[in-house]
């Protein structure tokens, strides 16, 4: 399909929209921002407004550039593109774009070879923690890695990281200066090596197009409308890519949900998405609330737990709204242990499998990926097939490649059926009519099957695909790892989980420590960070939720782990873990939001945690904050923990400075809920009142 089309037929693409996802669609070239909640449609609805700019002349397929952040998500945009008639545009992550600009230009900026992409960097991290006297212990460099990504994407060099570090009080794996000596050296030994790491591709991209101006006319005049979808999880990088990429203009559509930031530890942040319409003060905003993925009872669950976030922008209060028909209420149940747990869950997957709900229609999510041995264990004692997300990649299967090999030398022993083709050629690699026992055998079936549905898929969006069309695609979605659905029950974290859906979905292990996670401490933008994970976890469920923790870690262990604090609220009244519940919860005060010196607002973070705003003087007790730091000191050698899990230095200084009387004023404090409360509560008073008293 080319060509322009009639304003009667551009009328019929946009047939099926909502009213809100039209306005998105149609809405006038120049910037528009799309706040669309979770499972409110928004990958067909920015489809469609390519293929509405496409087909309405405003734009050539070609000069459309549309970026996500992962490669599924670029796979899948594709997909509808291309059954929306629009195969030109460009869909990638953020980092596949960068890497196919800077392979382009690099003979005319750089003059030589192009350096080669550093698929891992341990090797060079190892090196670099060694002179600067660290460990090198696996753990501890994959820690330095991550702190090198966080710098980079954050676009803070060697020099600055001490400084900046200390000022958003970063829990860091090492000294500052000693984090900061590794990350330079590391840069060293890389450009020595002449290989790039993934944050170079975007840092290497935006230097040529900001600092080349022919490069970046050429690659303008290329490039002129930009699609960016979870926007909310740009980081400081990627904005100045986009940047790059925009040269001043506004033909720009984002799409995001701030409920849904979860990378804020590798730099990402949701101020572009909330302060979009400050930079484009003449922007098109529109909203997607209504929920076609779950059912209503799912809904009202999800719009709970966001709803009890602390901190949020008004214009980000997305309220979803329930289309599916009712279904079954979510599950909660409390367990033992974690052992007793995981079984639990295998049977509730199994009656959901006799049920008739697919294998592949069903997750268990947990908040760290440690927690997917016990479930491992349980399906395959079940008999149950699973998949653990993150393990090896569909296209690198050794029956996948074998499979992708006959293919392309099948191109004289065709039909004009492209599935039939497909079936046959197959065949001869493993494929029969019926599946094979379990296992192995039954894996590979399932992988050469999947291949086979990927050509059902294209034969019905392409009326004339062909053989080699299809191998075209297969050798597409190898390189953006883009795979099929393969069945089985899907285990993964709950970041892995972020942009999929299931019909059925276990959260488990939803206790205090593991969520929120133990390193969220007392930090109020960690806890928050937290809430919306689980709210991610949430809103993945089409119809089934499960949501269940462990009292003890171990069989015979000890009974005294906690239920997430996000629960409270959600269990119904009539479920015997509520009583437990609502008896351990304190009552909290609300959150300050004043200044209590000059009643001004308060608006960061620091600001809502000591009560008052930067401007204001601080009224800290010296004395009562040394007392406290001995105090935590102590209790943490005692608990075996790093001392801000106990309270951070910014909760100690609040707590200097108003200093509480009684656990209502303790409790008001910005970071002190139940949990703290209860743990450390009577402690802290105790020592307030020793130095009041001294």
Same mark, same amino acid.
């Given at each position: ?276 319409? %400050? ?24 719009? %709970? ?163 080699? %069309? ?188 108003? %200093? ?35």
């Amino acid at each position: 399909m080319t060509g322009v089309l009639s304003p009667r037929s551009l009328n019929r693409l946009l047939d099926g929209l909502d009213p809100e996802q039209r306005a998105a669609a149609s809405a006038p070239r120049g910037p528009v921002c799309v706040l669309a909640g979770a499972g409110t449609g928004k990958t067909r609805t920015i489809t469609h407004r390519i293929a509405h700019l496409v087909r309405s002349g405003h734009v050539s397929a070609g000069q459309v550039l549309a970026v996500t952040f992962t490669t599924r998500a670029a796979g899948e945009m594709r997909t509808r593109l291309r059954g929306l008639g629009v195969e030109a545009a460009q869909a990638l992550t953020f980092h596949a774009a960068a890497r196919r600009q800077l392979r382009y230009f690099w003979p005319r900026v750089v003059g030589d070879r192009p350096w080669e992409l550093l698929e891992n960097k341990l090797r060079f991290v190892g090196q670099a923690a060694n002179r600067a006297r660290l460990g090198t212990e696996v753990e501890v460099l994959r820690d330095l890695a991550s702190e090198i990504e966080w710098a980079k994407a954050s676009l803070i060099s060697p020099d600055d990281y001490p400084a900046v570090t200390a000022r958003a009080q970063r829990d860091i794996p090492a000294p500052a200066a000693q984090v900061a000596e590794v990350y330079r050296t590391y840069e060293e030994l890389k450009n020595a090596a002449q290989v790039l790491d993934f944050d170079d591709l975007l840092l290497h991209t935006t230097a040529v197009l900001e600092e080349h101006g022919v490069v970046a006319e050429e690659f303008r005049d290329r490039y002129r409308c930009f699609v960016v979808d979870e926007y909310q999880d740009v980081t400081p990088l990627q904005q100045r890519l986009l940047d790059a990429w925009l040269g001043g203009r506004d033909d720009l559509t984002v799409v995001g949900d701030a409920n849904q930031t979860i990378y804020s530890f590798g730099g990402a942040s949701p101020r572009p998405l909330l302060e979009f319409t %400050r930079r484009y003060p003449d922007a098109t905003v529109v909203r997607l609330e209504r929920d076609y993925r779950s059912t209503p009872e799912v809904v009202s669950l999800a719009n %709970r737990v966001i709803g009890a976030a602390r901190g949020r922008p008004a214009g980000s209060r997305l309220k979803l709204i329930g289309q599916r028909p009712s279904g079954p209420e979510p599950r909660f149940a409390e367990f033992d242990d974690e052992a007793v747990e995981a079984e639990a869950v295998a049977r509730r997957v199994r009656e959901l499998l006799d049920g008739g709900v697919a294998a592949s229609e069903i997750a268990i999510l947990y908040r760290v990926n440690a927690q997917s041995e016990a479930y491992e264990s349980a399906l395959a004692e079940a008999g149950i097939p699973y998949l653990v997300r993150g393990g090896e990649r569909f296209f690198n299967r050794t029956e996948v490649r074998q499979a992708m090999s006959a293919l392309r030398t099948a191109s004289g022993d065709v039909s004009s059926d492209l599935v039939t083709t497909v079936r046959s050629v197959l065949a001869r690699v493993g494929l029969t009519e019926s599946p094979p026992a379990g296992g192995a055998a039954k894996e590979r079936w399932d992988a050469l099957l999947a291949i086979v549905e990927l050509a059902e898929e294209l034969a019905a969006t392409v009326s004339d695909a062909d053989l080699p %069309r299809f191998c075209a695609e297969l050798d597409q979605r190898a390189a953006a790892q883009h795979p099929p659905t393969v069945e089985g029950v899907t285990l993964a974290s709950l970041h892995a989980a972020k942009g999929l859906e299931w019909d059925a979905v276990f959260l488990v292990g939803l206790a205090e420590g593991t969520m929120p996670i133990l390193h969220a401490g007392d930090d109020e933008a960690a806890i928050e960070e937290e809430r919306r994970l689980f709210y991610v976890g949430v809103t993945r469920a089409r119809e089934h939720l499960w949501l269940s923790w462990a009292l003890a870690r171990t069989p015979g262990g000890r009974r005294n782990r906690r239920r997430s604090r996000f629960l409270y609220g959600l269990i119904p009244e009539d479920h015997p873990a509520a009583r437990v519940a609502r008896s351990q919860q304190k009552p909290s005060a609300p959150i300050k939001t004043r200044c209590r010196v000059c009643g001004g607002p308060l608006l960061e973070t620091l600001e809502v945690k000591l009560g008052r705003c930067g401007r204001c003087p601080s009224t800290v007790d010296e004395d009562l904050l040394e007392r406290l730091k001995s105090w935590r000191a102590d209790r943490a050698r005692e608990l075996k923990v790093p001392a801000f899990v106990v309270f951070t230095d910014a909760t100690l200084m609040a707590i200097a400075e108003q %200093r509480p009387a009684d656990e209502a004023a303790l409790v008001s404090i910005s970071g002190i809920g139940a949990t703290k409360l209860e743990r450390f509560g009577a402690e802290i008073l105790k020592v307030v009142r020793a130095s009041a008293s001294a």
